[in-house]
């Protein structure tokens, strides 16, 4: 008898022991399991990239309203640490808004780190209280990326604290920026 079982709303975590027993013949793998899995040289199938991780200044908040502040911390946030040890170089860093083979104009935003630079930009700003980053509570790798992100701030001299948003963390934080996972629809 040949049968085919799905189940859905399954934790990654479970869907890693159900293989791991033998129960689970395939199982999706969040990117914080990607190292775990390479070890014990299992077969990938890898779904087209379909969705674009971003950094949105809230309407309204007064570091939306300065560019200086806005190119500071883009200047500071090192991209390719992100991609190659937080994401295990899945993705593509980008400092536009789609990367090159999305868009085709990226190559006109660079994704430029340099802290001296960023550190300049800082000093020109008066002196600033702290800005808050928002990012989704139930997912583990905005967590670590946001995490990443108010480290490299902090290294230009900017002050970013990371707060959980969402049903997980009891509603909105109030932040200034968030960190968002926005679905890729089409090409």
Known sequence: RDEIEIKRGRR???????RELGTAAAVEIGLDQWRR???????FVFPPPAKLRAFLFSPGAPAADDARLRQALALAIDRSTIHSILLQNQ???????????????????????????????RAEVSPSPARTLGYDGSDSVARAVAERIAVNARDAGLILRVAA??????????????????PLRSA
């Open 91 to 121: 993705g593509e860093p980008a400092g536009s808004l789609l990367p090159e083979w999305l868009s085709g104009y990226a190559f006109l935003f660079p994704q430029t780190f340099d802290l001296a630079r960023a550190r300049e930009l």
């Open 12 to 18: 990654r975590r479970g869907q890693l022991i159900d």
């Open 37 to 43: 899995a390479r070890q014990e040289s299992l077969r």
């Open 165 to 182: 948003e969402g049903v997980a963390a009891g509603g909105a934080s109030g932040a200034d920026a968030r960190l968002v996972r926005i």
